[in-house]
């Protein structure tokens, strides 16, 4: 069984940098389309970033040119991270790491990373 763990989520300043990570357990999803989902107050779950497994990545408008994805993959443990630069009030959210439905996983989300930016 996979399970997504996110970290990293913290309060930060406006224009402020963080960086979240997704480890990934039980399973090897390096192969697989990985993504980076959040949710602000009020507001529908929206993809912002993705990475397939041949390390093709897309961004959502809202976090392109501010934000990275990337994957790592070491011993037992795939890490999705996100870097995030010039963060702005508008970017405080729960954010998600998801793997979507394919041949060998069953959709899988995280429990989520609470990143709150001050003005």
């Known amino acids: 069984q996979v399970q997504l763990v996110e970290s990293g989520g913290d309060l930060v300043q406006n224009g402020g940098s963080l960086r979240l990570s997704c480890a990934a357990s039980?399973?090897?999803?390096?192969?697989?389309?990985m993504d980076w989902y959040r949710q602000s107050a009020g507001k529908k779950r929206e993809l912002i970033a993705s990475?397939?497994?041949?390390?093709?990545?897309?961004?959502a408008d809202s976090v392109k040119g501010r934000f990275t994805i990337s994957r790592e993959k070491r011993i037992n443990q795939v890490y999705l991270n996100l870097q995030m630069t010039n963060l702005t009030p508008e970017d405080t959210a729960v954010y998600y790491c998801?793997?979507?439905?394919?041949?060998?996983?069953?959709?899988?989300w995280g429990r989520g990373t609470l990143v709150t930016v001050s003005a």
């Open positions: 039980g399973g090897d999803v390096s192969g697989f389309t």
């Open positions: 998801h793997v979507p439905t394919s041949w060998k996983f069953h959709e899988l």
């Open positions: 990475i397939t497994g041949a390390g093709v990545t897309d961004y």
